[in-house]
């Protein structure tokens, strides 16, 4: 079979297709979130082995304290935490015909508590943990990425993912979701996203597809954003 390739518009981002990245890989660091490149594989590929998945755990565990940046993953100190002991099944499926990606979210988590020193993020924002599996399409060379999910409640704050208690979901048991997944792959886990405002009433995941072009042809894959409901 012609094999062919999906390929970022040049101006917008950096190549991602044909990666051989694992599901723990980052994502490469100045990515524009608006493209990516893929590239056609067949429909033949076959899917590697997923990550484990279905811990709803609750569990006493430590948690990053203020490090002056709501992005750091790696906090100076730390201090005991509760992570929430009841989940809000979803049962929702995101599906995109074009490249094939499937995205299940099972259930979430509200209003995980915020490390010390955070009291002002605290008062004003909800950290919601989502729990999504991830299979990206096998037709092109098309990862999911974190960088391209977000919880719309309404709200112009972008309600990106969080990744601030991260190490204390990971040491009490809760699987986490990977930067990206290479396509080919399965992997189920966690999400967390800083969510405004607190105690939304209504919330949507939103997935945006990034703008994607095949290599040697004129076919666009426009940015497109997918949505499933979580709350009301």
């Known amino acids: 079979m012609k094999r062919t390739t999906l390929m970022a518009v040049p101006a917008l981002a950096i190549a991602l297709g044909g990666c051989s990245e694992g599901p723990s890989t980052p994502a490469s660091s100045g990515t524009d979130p608006t493209s990516t490149e893929v590239a056609d594989t067949g429909t033949g590929a076959k899917a590697g082995p997923g990550t484990s998945t279905t811990t ?75 729990e999504m599996t991830w299979t990206p399409g096998t037709t092109y060379t098309a990862p999911l990425r974190l960088q391209d999910f977000s919880v719309n409640t309404g709200s112009q704050f972008p309600n990106r993912p969080e990744t601030l208690v991260n190490e204390a979901l990971k040491q009490a048991g809760w699987p986490l979701l990977p930067d990206q997944l290479p396509n080919g792959q399965t992997a189920t886990g966690w999400v967390v996203f800083k969510v405004d405002p607190k105690d939304a009433p209504k919330m949507t995941l939103d997935y945006t597809r990034p703008k994607s072009q095949l290599v040697d042809s004129d076919k666009v894959f426009p940015s497109q954003v997918f949505s499933a409901p979580l709350v009301g």
């Open 56 to 130: 709803s755990p609750s569990s006493t565990s430590t948690t990053p304290s203020d490090s002056g940046s709501l992005t750091s993953a790696t906090p100076a100190t730390t201090a005991a935490t509760t992570l929430p002991t009841s989940f809000t099944a979803v049962d929702k499926t995101i599906k995109d015909p074009d490249l094939g990606h499937e995205v299940v979210v099972t259930k979430i988590a509200r209003d995980l508590p915020w490390p010390a020193g955070y009291k002002a993020s605290a008062e004003a924002y909800e950290l919601v943990a989502v």
